[in-house]
């Protein structure tokens, strides 16, 4: 019993560690796109064109 128990706190103690990571690091983890403009050599050879 007490080997099922140690089990349950150390991944509930692991489950809240990477909570706490998160939280920490919520501003990092999140995506936020580039604002810059694309260079149009990125995308000239692959056949778009531009709609009207």
């Not at 128990?5 to 920490?24: A, C, D, E, K, N």
């Not at 990092?28 to 990125?42: C, G, T, V």
């Amino acid at each position: 019993m007490t080997k099922i128990t140690s089990i349950m706190i150390y991944g509930i103690s692991f489950y809240l560690f990477v909570i706490l990571i998160m939280f920490i690091f919520q501003r990092s983890l999140l995506y936020q796109p580039s604002k810059e403009r694309l260079d149009p050599f990125l995308y000239s050879n692959t056949g778009l064109e531009k709609l009207i």
